[in-house]
């Protein structure tokens, strides 16, 4: 089992930044490809970000890419989501995530920490 903590959501304005923490526990965070996600009001869950084990290979959604930056610390067992120029459409929950490199899903997840972006 892994447990899973975001934290650093909040409400900032257009154009602003927000850093997200996600503090892993449990089993060795190293052995994980983390991942964020999120949902916005009425929508479906979307893929934000994820990164490998090592934290030296990422991926984003285009809606992201440019503007967030996801890494990891392993010695701290925590995952990032930096957050540049954010937009209204950013205004969602958002959900960290883990899964081991055997899985095809992502397994366990945070409780999710809201992101409020004003226009």
């Known amino acids: 089992q892994v447990q899973l903590v975001e934290s650093g959501g909040g409400l900032v304005q257009a154009g602003g930044s927000l850093t997200l923490s996600c503090a892993a526990s449990g089993r060795t965070f190293s052995g994980y490809y983390m991942g964020w996600f999120r949902q916005a009001p009425g929508k479906e869950r979307e893929f934000v970000a994820s990164?490998?084990?090592?934290?030296?290979?990422?991926w984003y959604a285009d809606s992201v890419r440019g503007r967030f930056t996801i890494s990891r610390d392993i010695a701290k067992n925590t995952v990032y989501l930096q957050m540049n120029s954010l937009k209204p459409e950013d205004t969602a929950v958002y959900y960290c995530?883990?899964?081991?490199?055997?899985?095809?899903?992502?397994?366990?997840w945070g409780q999710g920490t809201q992101v409020t972006v004003s226009s």
């Open positions: 995530a883990a899964r081991s490199t055997t899985a095809n899903k992502y397994e366990f």
């Open positions: 990164i490998n084990r090592n934290g030296d290979r990422t």
